[in-house]
């Protein structure tokens, strides 16, 4: 049973940084795209990057030049660097892994607060 624990998420300062980290365990990841979504009160889910076993990497238009994604895949870890965060980043972020051939397989992680403010 795959299982995503996310961690890193917090209270910061406009201007401020977080690195966000998501860890799955029970499977094999090399066949999955690993990325974050996050959703604001009121609002939808929203993607924010994504990145591939090969490290291509994708950004959400608002999030790119300030957020990073990476990924250890000796640890089955996924980060989300997140710098010069503004208020309106403020959302709880959730970690997805996605099977790249069978969408069924398709897990989430249990979602971690990040709030920007002053």
């Known amino acids: 049973q795959v299982q995503l624990a996310e961690s890193g998420g917090g209270l910061v300062q406009p201007g401020g940084s977080l690195r966000l980290s998501c860890s799955a365990s029970?499977?094999?990841?090399?066949?999955?795209?690993m990325g974050w979504y996050r959703q604001a009160p009121g609002k939808q889910r929203d993607y924010v990057a994504s990145i591939t076993s090969g490290l291509t990497r994708t950004y959400a238009d608002s999030v790119k030049g300030r957020f990073t994604i990476s990924r250890d895949s000796a640890k089955n870890t996924v980060y989300l660097q997140m710098n010069s965060l503004k208020p309106e980043d403020t959302a709880i972020y959730y970690c997805?892994?996605?099977?790249?051939?069978?969408?069924?397989?398709?897990?989430w992680g249990q979602g971690t607060q990040v709030t920007v403010s002053s």
């Open positions: 997805n892994v996605r099977h790249v051939e069978f969408s069924s397989r398709n897990y």
């Open positions: 029970g499977g094999a990841f090399n066949r999955y795209q």
